[in-house]
């Protein structure tokens, strides 16, 4: 038996999916390489903007509607959607098989799947922290497993050899931003017991990773609700605070992850704790996202993020003074209700002072249920446009100006292996998280530490000679200088 997994979304959905296959090969089935070849195929699906809800339903519909000729085939939907649409979903797309929660998923998968290949159809089953919508419409509504600790607790398995891999520490999100539905399908705040999430990362060093980036939501939120740090886990380094003490027990309990990181930040939590763990722990990258999301404080206001422009700039500054070449990467929504041109003049100020390495910019969607979804959506649709592709230009720039500061630099890069655009390149990322290209020495393997240096640049990525490799611990040097003996591609 094949399974398939399309996965929507952001980096807690990759890591669910991820996890959730590892479920099914322990269970004994295998990847399938397309459609056509699976047995069971699931969607792992996104509510944060239309678009993607609207995707995500395209697909399952036309794989119902592919069980006309293969009536065998198991659909399922996972992630964000099956907890907004609750049983609903099944009138939506009929015949689908089941429905289930994100984090009641790894749990439930296998024997949803078994009970779905034997013909059962329209199960249900919620997230346990009962926010989901609780009707029926006449289908099976399961009671999810409870306590859960994410789709995956312990499962092994040797098949996929990612150097760089996520590990969830904090689930849910209590902060309620105005435009935003993760509260209400994620679930409220819950923190992670620090020794199952260094548990979670040797699984993943014993895998092959070597960089793992920490996820949350509001990731600075980890240990500060319904949480006591276990006193018999000491800090050396004499940080009181959740997230700096996990990040020193990670770096220190597993040595063999070389990079860590974590996401999404919110300049609250930029402490002179996390400031000083982020220089001081030689593993936690140089990088920090930091969603924005708009530089007007009358918009920041309405959106109930918590700072204002200075407030967030203040905690940029503090980040680039305190650690050294960070990369600050960030999300900005154009065209909230109500933001005017002064509004959105204001974000290019802001974006501009910040000096941002990478912005993800998203046009507003208003979701149901929000409180943005109430207010009139007054920016048109061509405006919204406009106003994306004004910051994606300014991005450019800001992108040039950023790289170009590091030609002539040696950056450490891990190595993933071969580019997608010239395959007899290799690419890896620097500590900053940027995509660096260079030319693969003899000898190098994927999560080697190469060291590369840079000799063009464009916004999004660095193009350079390797210099050496600390490759699985040791220096592995390279016989001959490539300066100039090469096309950049
Ligand atoms: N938790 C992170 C944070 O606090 O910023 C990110 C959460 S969300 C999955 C990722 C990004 O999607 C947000 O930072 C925001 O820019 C964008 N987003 C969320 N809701 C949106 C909406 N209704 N319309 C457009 N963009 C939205
Ligand atoms: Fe959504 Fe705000 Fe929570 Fe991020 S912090 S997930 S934007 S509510």
């Known amino acids: 038996m094949t399974f398939l997994i399309h996965t929507y979304g952001c980096q807690m959905n990759v890591r669910d999916s991820d996890l959730l296959a590892r479920r099914l090969r322990a269970a004994g089935f295998a990847e399938a390489a397309t459609e056509d070849e699976a047995d069971v195929v699931l969607v792992n699906s996104c509510s944060v903007r239309e678009k993607a809800e609207e995707k995500a339903i395209g697909k399952l519909g036309m794989l119902c509607a592919a069980r006309r000729d293969r009536p065998g085939l198991v659909v399922g939907l996972t992630g964000c959607m099956a907890n907004r649409l609750g049983p609903d979903v099944f009138g939506l797309v009929p015949g689908l098989s089941f429905s289930v929660g994100p ?16 013909g059962a159809k329209g199960m249900f089953v919620p997230d346990p922290d009962g926010h989901t919508v609780e009707r029926s419409n006449g ?37 309620r931003c105005s435009y935003c539905i993760v509260p209400s399908v994620r679930g409220s705040e819950e923190s992670r017991d620090p020794r199952a999430i260094v548990a979670e990362v040797r699984e993943e060093a014993a895998r092959g990773a070597k960089d793992v980036c920490l996820l949350g939501q509001s990731v600075m939120r980890y240990g500060r609700m319904g949480f006591a740090w276990p006193e018999d886990i000491p800090s050396p380094m004499g940080f009181a605070e959740p997230l700096p003490r996990l990040l020193e027990f990670v770096a220190r309990e597993v040595p063999e992850v070389r990079r860590l990181r974590f996401t999404s930040g919110h300049p609250s939590g930029v402490t002179d704790e996390l400031v000083r763990a982020m220089r001081e722990i030689p593993a936690v990258c140089p990088h920090l996202h930091l969603p924005m999301q708009s530089g007007s404080d009358r918009i920041l206001r309405d959106m109930r993020r918590g700072y204002d422009s200075a407030r ?24 909230y209700p109500g933001e005017t041109e002064e509004d959105f003049e204001a974000t290019r100020a802001l974006m501009r002072k910040a000096r941002f390495d990478n912005s993800f910019i998203f046009k507003f969607s208003p979701r149901p249920g929000t409180p943005a979804a109430q207010m009139e959506d007054d920016v048109p649709a061509a405006e919204k446009e406009r106003r994306n592709q004004v910051l994606l230009a300014d991005q450019d720039d800001l992108g040039v100006a950023n790289n170009a500061l ?7 890069v891990l190595a993933e292996g071969p580019s997608l655009r010239n395959a007899a390149r290799w690419s890896g990322r620097s500590g900053q998280n940027k995509i660096v290209i260079f030319d693969p020495p003899p ?37 001959v200088p490539l300066v100039g003996s090469h096309n950049l591609c």
């Open 103 to 118: 984090r009641a998923a790894g749990p439930a998968v296998v024997s949803l799947v078994r009970r779905a290949l034997d």
């Open 139 to 175: 289908h099976t509504v399961e009671q999810p497993d409870r306590p859960t600790v994410g789709p995956c607790d312990r499962v092994t398995a040797k098949d996929d050899t990612a150097v760089s891999s996520f590990v969830t520490i904090l689930y849910g999100c209590n902060q």
């Open 312 to 335: 967030y700039l203040a905690a940029v500054r503090r980040l680039r003074e305190g650690v050294p070449d960070i990369a600050i990467t960030t999300d900005i929504i154009v065209g």
């Open 406 to 412: 590091w030609i002539g630099r040696e950056v450490e």
């Open 443 to 479: 000898g190098i393997e994927r999560g080697d530490l190469i060291r590369v240096e840079i000799g063009r640049a464009n916004p999004q990525t660095l193009f350079g000679e390797p210099r050496g490799a600390i490759g699985r611990n040791r220096l592995l040097h390279v016989p």
